[in-house]
């Protein structure tokens, strides 16, 4: 009875070990897939504050260039007609259509209009970095009340930026391939109350695209 009862002792002291052992084995396990995710988080952490510090200073120096845009453009056409705002990766310069156009029914620019988007321009110039959208804004007026030509403010807000985009290629020299232009109608205003503040040009520097040509 107790040779048997030995092996029996034994044979079990044996699987006791062999669950012992495959437990250690799945916490070891268990350990490395967690260490093995630390380090992933502490990675992902790592890249997150780089990108965090390098989009801090991005915006810094979007900012200052913002301001020292303003008071240029406020030189050019006055501060109560023309703005400057970042957004995101855009730097944004707003300007009043009284300071470009005619008219408030007029798409084309007027002698005034040119001779500020003269000197714009030539700030444009120098900034090879960006490329240029300019974008239409109307009010929320139908075109037909003011302007002949136009079905609606679609069609009159693209007149427009088309007309500036036109004056920057043909007049300013500015790279074909960096301009651009868009019409917003009067789907974007910046104020509530003033038809006037929403009847304007943004002129956008966005970062620069890579224009490629495919096969």
Same mark, same amino acid.
């Given at each position: 009875?107790?040779?048997?009862?030995?092996?029996? $002792?034994? $044979? #079990?002291?044996?699987?006791? #070990?062999?669950?012992?052992?495959?437990?250690?084995?799945?916490?070891?396990?268990? =350990?490395?897939?967690? /260490?093995?995710?630390?380090?992933?988080?502490? @990675?992902?952490?790592?890249?997150?504050?780089?990108?965090?510090?390098?989009? &801090?200073? $991005?915006?810094? !120096?979007?900012?200052?260039?913002?301001?020292?845009?303003?008071?240029?453009?406020?030189?050019?056409?006055?501060?109560?007609?023309?703005?400057?705002?970042?957004?995101?990766? *855009?730097?944004?310069? !707003?300007?009043?259509? +009284?300071? #470009?156009?005619?008219?408030?029914?007029?798409?084309?620019? @007027?002698?005034?209009?040119? *001779?500020?988007?003269? !000197?714009?321009? /030539?700030?444009? =110039?120098?900034?090879?970095?960006?490329?240029?959208?300019? /974008?239409? %804004?109307?009010?929320?007026?139908? =075109?037909?009340? =003011?302007?002949?030509?136009?079905? +609606?403010?679609? /069609?009159?807000?693209?007149?427009?930026?088309?007309?500036?985009?036109?004056?920057? %290629?043909?007049?300013?020299?500015?790279?074909?391939? $960096?301009?651009?232009?868009?019409?917003?109608?009067?789907?974007?205003?910046? @104020? &509530?109350?003033?038809?006037?503040?929403?009847? &304007?040009?943004?002129?956008?520097?966005?970062?620069?695209? #890579? %224009? &490629?040509?495919?096969?």
């Amino acid at each position: 009875g107790l040779f048997f009862y030995g092996i029996e $002792r034994h $044979r #079990l002291q044996g699987t006791e #070990l062999e669950v012992a052992k495959s437990e250690l084995q799945k916490y070891e396990g268990d =350990v490395g897939r967690a /260490e093995r995710e630390k380090l992933k988080l502490q @990675s992902k952490l790592g890249r997150a504050e780089v990108n965090l510090k390098d989009n &801090r200073e $991005r915006f810094s !120096q979007y900012a200052e260039e913002a301001d020292d845009l303003k008071k240029k453009l406020a030189s050019v056409v006055g501060g109560d007609r023309s703005d400057v705002r970042v957004l995101e990766d *855009r730097i944004i310069l !707003q300007i009043a259509d +009284t300071a #470009l156009f005619g008219g408030k029914g007029s798409a084309k620019l @007027s002698k005034e209009g040119k *001779r500020a988007l003269d !000197q714009i321009g /030539e700030m444009l =110039v120098e900034m090879r970095e960006r490329d240029v959208q300019v /974008e239409g %804004h109307t009010s929320d007026k139908p =075109v037909g009340e =003011v302007a002949k030509g136009f079905d +609606t403010n679609w /069609e009159f807000a693209a007149a427009r930026a088309t007309a500036v985009v036109r004056h920057f %290629h043909d007049e300013v020299g500015i790279e074909p391939e $960096r301009l651009s232009s868009t019409s917003h109608a009067e789907y974007q205003p910046v @104020s &509530r109350t003033s038809k006037a503040k929403n009847r &304007r040009i943004d002129i956008a520097l966005l970062p620069k695209a #890579l %224009h &490629r040509i495919g096969d």
